[in-house]
């Protein structure tokens, strides 16, 4: 099954994606380019960008999101806390928001709903405190919804965000360890009900040992369920 008209997403490795909206704006999630090992060699740098989302301030989500920030000047949708961080270092461009809130950003609508995960940002020597974790239902300018879930676990309020806001697609980590492995996927599939997953967040590491492959076992009750399993640098278009 084919996305609408004008959706691009392109899987640049491990959490990052880059997303080309029906009205051509740029978005890019979790940017982790240069020292990302999954992402590929000729993808590792961005020209230009429409918006930036961030999920939580770990340094595989974050660690190119200042750099860019001042390079590009994109709008950048983050919990209150990193955009004060951020706001710290000169960036201007910060569109703060919190759990449950919703606003338009360059025609998107950004829906910022629960994740259960950690979150904090090193910077040199120092750790500071990055709010918390969270995840985003996108809104495009055609109306497809895409539920970026973040780094999580599965938990029983995936079902309300699913009953609430219906996306067409969802982004789900199932590389265990730091995130959900393929046996609370499926639970969170089973939850939602998704019409499409591209699984993200494993094989990154040796540690992340979770595959779509094992998802795909693990859901056979879930047949009209469509897993998309993108190799890094790879589009759904």
Not at 1 to 11: F, L, Y
Not at 23 to 42: E, V
Not at 122 to 148: C, H, Q, S, T
Request: proline share 8%; net charge negative; with cysteine.
């Amino acid at each position: 099954m084919n996305p609408p008209s004008g959706i691009k997403i392109t899987w640049l490795g491990h959490s990052t994606f880059k997303i080309l909206s029906p009205q051509k704006k740029t978005l890019l999630i979790d940017p982790w380019l240069n020292n990302n090992p999954a992402c590929p060699a000729g993808m590792k740098k961005i020209d230009s960008l429409d918006v930036m989302v961030l999920t939580h301030g770990h340094f595989d989500h974050f660690e190119d999101a200042l750099a860019l920030a001042r390079a590009l000047k994109p709008k950048v949708v983050a919990n209150f806390e990193i955009c004060q961080y951020l706001e710290s270092e000169g960036v201007e461009r910060t569109c703060a928001m919190n759990k449950g809130g919703t606003q338009t950003v360059d025609g998107i609508r950004f829906t910022m709903v629960p994740a259960s995960h950690t979150s904090s940002i090193r910077v040199g020597d120092r750790v500071l405190p990055g709010g918390e974790a969270v995840g985003y239902v996108l809104e495009f300018e055609n109306g497809f919804k895409i539920y970026e879930a973040g780094d999580t676990t599965v938990f029983g309020d995936m079902k309300l965000i699913a009953e609430l806001y219906r996306p067409d697609l969802t982004l789900l980590p199932i590389g265990d360890l730091f995130t959900m492995g393929p046996r609370e996927a499926a639970l969170a599939c089973r939850l939602m009900r998704p019409r499409r997953v591209i699984p993200k967040h494993y094989g990154t590491f040796p540690p992340l040992t979770g595959t779509p492959d094992a998802l795909r076992e693990l859901t056979p009750d879930l047949p009209e369920m469509e897993i998309l399993a993108l190799k890094p640098g790879e589009s759904w278009s």
